[in-house]
């Protein structure tokens, strides 16, 4: 019966890989999974904005009160 040679599959770490690669390589060569970038206070902080956004389109303020810098 012959031996059965393990061969060493070398681990590289995430940071490793991004050092040289954008989310969207990583992602599409399966290094990593679409949820390792999630950040879910992230996506509270762009709801803000868009509702902060939103209110200033829907509450214009006159020209004569804005001060020009």
């Known amino acids: 019966m012959k031996d059965k040679k393990k061969t060493h599959i070398p681990q590289t770490s995430i940071s490793e ?13 399966g ?5 390792y970038f999630y ?9 803000e904005v868009e509702k902060m956004e939103q209110i200033v389109r829907e509450n214009k303020i006159p020209d004569s009160e804005c001060t020009p810098f």
């Not at 290094?31 to 949820?35: E, F, G, N, Q, S």
């Open 17 to 29: 890989l991004s050092h040289g690669m954008t989310p969207s390589e990583l992602i599409s060569e």
């Open 31 to 35: 290094h990593v999974d679409v949820d």
């Open 39 to 47: 950040d879910p206070d992230e996506e509270e902080w762009k709801r």
